[in-house]
């Protein structure tokens, strides 16, 4: 265990969730923007009255997001919570967390800043209290924030962030996580300053597929595992290709089609949506496609005179990273 009050840095990767058709199974962590944590084990003693002179869980944002540090709902706070109910190993009647929340990752951005912060926190606890639970059992805690986020316990952005990679989720209940290799990529990202909430972006969904819809998807969801398994990059390109949940949330993302088209003639092997966006990301083989790809973007949103941030960076493979 960490000693008390001695604080920990944590540092806890964006992610692409969906990976196009992949929708709430797919996804991987990205390089740059992350955010940046700070966590401390804290002595929790009473007063004569018995009242706390410290929480359980301290939430502290050095940001100007304005997030709420009520544990229940902070998304973070929420993935500390699941924890410490599952934790025999301290008395959290005597010990709180302290935790420091610079967020560098937009919330309502589309590339997993909720999940950055419930999976920072929730790996930087298990560090402070000596490891006791797997990268598993972090996805669980940590999915608690997800549903304080979206109303949703999804996983396809906890799972890469705390794992690194690109990661498949075959199921939630109970949880199967299966790390998948991938050959280098590059990615772009633009993030088109508007904000899409998640649980909107899931409530104009529709709750029926169809069959043909559904054919389609499985065999791009299963083509694009066997490309990324197999480094086969024309693979990768043809499956990412989303049938069902693009054609109704790109409405919501100004210039979608128009950005598509640009990106995919300027060599990106494919790409769509980040989770549930408005951040839109491609795929290329070469960095030199990968910048060609950021100039269409910002071109195009210039164009239409939409305040935008880019990234251009690659695949994280190892996930939330503690620096002591
Ligand atoms: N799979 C989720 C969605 C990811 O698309 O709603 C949200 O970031």
Redesign the pocket.
């Known amino acids: 265990m960490v000693p008390i009050n001695q604080w920990i840095k944590i540092k806890a990767p964006a992610t692409v969730?969906?990976m196009v058709c992949g929708?709430?199974i797919l996804?991987f962590a990205v390089n740059n923007p992350y955010d940046e944590m700070e966590m401390r084990l804290v002595s929790r003693t009473t007063d004569a009255a018995g009242n706390f002179n410290q929480a359980s869980i301290t939430i502290i944002n050095i940001d100007n997001y304005n997030l709420p540090t009520d544990p229940e709902k902070n998304v973070a706070g929420a993935a500390l919570l699941a924890m410490i109910e599952e934790c025999t190993l301290v008395d959290f009647s005597k010990i709180g967390f302290e935790v420091k929340i610079n967020k560098l990752i937009k919330p309502g951005s589309?590339v997993?800043s909720?999940?950055a912060s419930s999976a920072g926190a929730v790996v930087g606890a298990n560090y402070l209290l000596g490891n006791p639970f797997t990268k598993d059992d972090l996805v669980r805690f940590a999915m608690n924030g997800?549903k304080v986020a979206?109303g949703?316990k999804?996983a396809?952005?906890i799972a890469p962030c705390i794992h690194g990679g690109v990661t498949l989720v075959r199921s939630i209940f109970p949880l199967e996580i299966i790390a998948l290799p991938s050959p280098t990529l590059f990615v772009t990202i633009v993030h088109p300053q508007i904000e899409v909430r998640?649980a909107d972006?899931?409530s104009i969904l529709k709750q029926n597929v169809q069959l043909k819809d559904a054919i389609k998807q499985w065999g791009n969801i299963a083509g694009l595992v066997a490309g990324l398994m197999k480094g086969d990059y024309d693979l990768i390109g043809r499956s990412l290709e989303d049938v069902i949940?693009e054609p109704i949330?790109s409405i919501l993302i100004p210039g979608f089609d128009d950005l598509k088209k640009a990106c995919k003639a300027a060599g990106a092997l494919g790409g769509g949506?980040?989770?549930?966006g408005p951040s839109i990301f491609f795929l290329s083989k070469e960095k030199e496609t990968a910048l060609a790809v950021e100039q269409e973007m910002i071109k195009l949103y210039k164009g239409i005179g939409l305040a935008h941030h880019t990234y251009v960076t690659t695949i994280n493979q190892t996930g939330v990273e503690i620096e002591c």
């Open positions: 969730a969906n929708f709430d996804g589309g997993g909720s999940a997800e979206s949703v999804h396809d952005n998640t972006a899931r949940i949330r949506i980040s989770g549930s």
